[in-house]
């Protein structure tokens, strides 16, 4: 199955109308996909659709990325303005009961979610590789790049200090990096490069920056829900992967500020355990959901009685 293909249909938004596939067996809750970048879009989630044999996973393309419109100006892009882009796809699909998966920035936008005002409250919550601040990823990214090779790291601070981030050496460089903690699999999987083909530089340039690396410039600049992270209620999953860029140290404080988190370790992968440990990850997830929605059963058959 290729999702980069015809989607199921748009949803309009005032600024533009967003892409969305539906796919897999209507049945249990379903489960929404919010991918990464931000800008990167969801095609690289594809191995999620396998979780589609008793219920549908329904992916789709923020706005200024993949096969979502891109008009909205660069002032528009705000986490407020994705988190009314995911109520009204939500609203617009007839949404009820649904568990809700993000990956990097799309958990940092689930969690966004429901803690929101008013807050929503999803069957669970799927959080793969989004520390709970800015901070954490920072000094996460920074550990991992100083311990890249002397030559690379060389590379990469005479062209940030040149202004010359955009040359072929700098590209070069930080894909020493990637290919050590976004996806460790060679070649990358087609996913992940059609999500490539389609990425919105407009919109990762209003929410984050210019570089992983930082400095943030934009809309998450000073984001941090650590705080607030008992307030999140639903039952949740927190995965990553031992080499990911989404350090496991930090993931640990996501999954600790959340009672009764569930915190599982991919030792095989980096940032996208789905493409590079699909098998293992997917079974982590379906046992998940299953096990939520077997207390979820047990609770109302007893307050039936």
């Not at 080499?243 to 991919?266: C, K, W």
Request: aromatic residues 10%; hydrophobic residues 40%.
């Amino acid at each position: 199955m290729n999702l980069s293909e015809k989607p199921t249909g748009f949803v309009t938004m005032p600024q533009g109308d967003v892409a969305y596939w539906r796919v897999g067996t209507p049945g249990r809750p379903p489960v929404v996909c919010l991918h990464g970048g931000p800008g990167m879009p969801h095609s690289y989630l594809e191995p999620l659709a396998r979780l589609g044999t008793d219920r549908e996973v329904i992916f789709y393309d923020q706005a200024g990325c993949g096969r979502s419109e891109r008009r909205p100006p660069r002032s528009s892009w705000s986490i407020p303005y994705f988190i009314e882009e995911l109520r009204t796809v939500v609203a617009a699909l007839d949404l009820g009961e649904f568990h809700l998966f993000g990956n990097s920035w799309g958990g940092w936008l689930a969690l966004e979610y429901v803690l929101g005002d008013p807050p929503a409250m999803p069957v669970s919550l799927l959080l793969n590789s989004s520390p709970p601040s800015i901070a954490n990823w920072l000094d996460g990214v920074h550990a991992l790049r100083a311990r890249l090779p002397e030559d690379v790291v060389r590379t990469l601070d005479e062209h940030e200090r040149a202004g010359t981030a955009g040359s072929r050496e700098y590209r070069d460089a930080f894909a020493v990096f990637n290919r050590r903690h976004m996806c460790r699999v060679r070649p990358w999987p087609a996913p992940l490069k059609t999500a490539l083909g389609g990425f919105g530089g407009e919109v990762y340039a209003a929410l984050w920056g210019s570089s992983e690396f930082g400095p943030v410039t934009g809309a998450l600049k000073d984001w941090d829900v650590t705080p607030r992270l008992p307030e999140v209620t639903v039952p949740t999953l927190v995965t990553c992967g031992r080499h990911d860029e989404a350090v496991p140290e930090h993931m640990a404080t996501l999954a600790d500020g959340i009672d009764g988190a569930r915190f599982t370790v991919f030792e095989h992968s980096s940032h996208m355990a789905f493409l590079e440990e699909p098998d293992a990850f997917l079974a982590e997830l379906s046992a998940f959901l299953t096990g939520v929605e077997t207390r979820r059963r047990s609770v109302s058959t007893r307050r039936g009685r």
